[in-house]
């Protein structure tokens, strides 16, 4: 039932093209003011994570997982870490594995069935004893989110109240796919790039565990998870890993108000990652799909300077 056909979105006349409302608001956007105060919390494993919290003496807290190859610095969650100060919110912002600035210290990076990770970002957020805490992911961080939520059912603590995500790969190999074709390929070619300039500096400081040759027939998303995630992960192929951490079966299983932005015309997501029917068949599981938007894009003409998804997802979390 809860398939929001009338959406609020309005996108400026100018970035109606996919990639142009991409593109366009991370290089027109500039975002200032947020001081953040970096915390360092470590994992099971020996490594750790960079979280990042902009305080106000608030009872309420949003926490932000950004997109693949980014960070708590992205114009994005900038944005909505100043839109929720603004408004009565704590905010923390967590970096994926090797995002901060500094390569992590275990052989792998980060994937989006890493929900032990945002495990440990809620547990940060309850030890402070926030009592109202609410969910925002984009992107990757997004499918974290979801498949976060989607393990824990209805044990997902009393604390975690909404949930809003936004342009998400709710279907991991759908999304892959689409990424290593036509013209959207540019987007799977540019994370390549980040991910190979942070590898040759993990290589440098554990060269036994990292064969740059691989590198020499990698020339999609789908090549990159076969070399690396897959033995990393112990997987026998990417599909497989793709099926052990994609959110997609998990939809029906969250428990909370959730709700899923995702732009029809967004480059990055086939027709897969619009879950239709998962949301038609959960009363708390929300899809709204904007005819236009890009992805992560959203942007307005507003004098207030905010984007479209920041006010949506305050309007969402208030009910």
């Given at each position: 039932m809860?398939?929001i056909?009338?959406t ?6 100018f970035?109606?093209?996919a990639?142009?409302?991409t593109?366009?608001p991370?290089?027109l956007r500039?975002t200032?003011g ?8 470590f994992?099971?494993?020996?490594d ?17 997982s950004h997109?693949?190859?980014?960070s708590s ?6 944005g ?7 408004h009565?919110?704590?905010?923390l912002?967590w970096?994926?594995?090797s ?5 992590n210290?275990t052989?792998p990076?980060?994937h ?5 990770d945002?495990?440990?970002v809620v ?23 979801l498949?976060?939520l989607g393990?824990?059912?209805?044990k997902v603590r ?9 342009s998400?790969?709710?279907d991991l190999?759908?999304?892959a ?7 959207q390929a ?6 390549l790039?980040?991910?190979?300039r ?5 290589a440098?400081?554990m ?12 020339q999609t998303?789908?090549?990159?998870d076969?070399a690396f ?13 793709y099926?052990a951490?994609?959110p ?6 969250i ?7 995702n ?5 990055f997501?086939p ?5 239709w ?6 009363d708390h599981l929300f ?7 890009g992805?992560?894009?959203f942007m ?10 920041e ?7 208030e009910?």
């Amino acid at each position: 039932m809860p398939i929001i056909d009338e959406t609020g979105y309005k996108s400026p006349y100018f970035l109606s093209n996919a990639h142009l409302g991409t593109i366009v608001p991370n290089l027109l956007r500039f975002t200032f003011g947020v001081n953040y105060q970096r915390e360092r919390i470590f994992t099971a494993d020996g490594d750790f994570l960079d979280i990042d919290w902009s305080f106000g003496g608030n009872k309420r807290l949003v926490i932000l997982s950004h997109g693949l190859e980014s960070s708590s610095r992205a114009t994005y969650i900038v944005g909505m870490v100043k839109h929720f100060n603004r408004h009565g919110y704590d905010t923390l912002a967590w970096n994926f594995r090797s995002c901060s600035g500094e390569v992590n210290l275990t052989v792998p990076f980060y994937h989006p069935g890493q929900t032990d990770d945002y495990q440990l970002v809620v547990d940060a957020a309850i030890a402070r004893g926030y009592q109202e805490i609410y969910l925002a992911g984009f992107s990757l961080g997004g499918a974290i989110t979801l498949r976060y939520l989607g393990e824990l059912g209805e044990k997902v603590r009393p604390e975690i109240k909404r949930a809003v995500v936004f342009s998400v790969p709710t279907d991991l190999s759908a999304s892959a796919h689409h990424l290593s074709e036509g013209n959207q390929a540019m987007y799977g070619r540019a994370f390549l790039f980040k991910y190979r300039r942070k590898m040759n500096l993990k290589a440098k400081k554990m060269p036994e565990h990292y064969d740059m040759t691989a590198w020499d027939h990698i020339q999609t998303m789908i090549d990159f998870d076969e070399a690396f995630n897959v033995p990393w992960h112990h997987h026998r192929n990417a599909e497989e890993f793709y099926a052990a951490t994609t959110p997609r079966d998990l939809l029906t299983d969250i428990g909370i108000p959730t709700l899923i932005v995702n732009a029809m015309n967004d480059p990055f997501l086939p027709p897969a990652c619009y879950p239709w029917d998962a949301a038609s068949s959960r009363d708390h599981l929300f899809l709204e799909v904007p005819e236009l938007g890009g992805h992560v894009g959203f942007m307005t003409l507003s004098w207030k300077g905010i984007t479209w998804s920041e006010g949506r997802a305050q309007a969402f979390f208030e009910g």
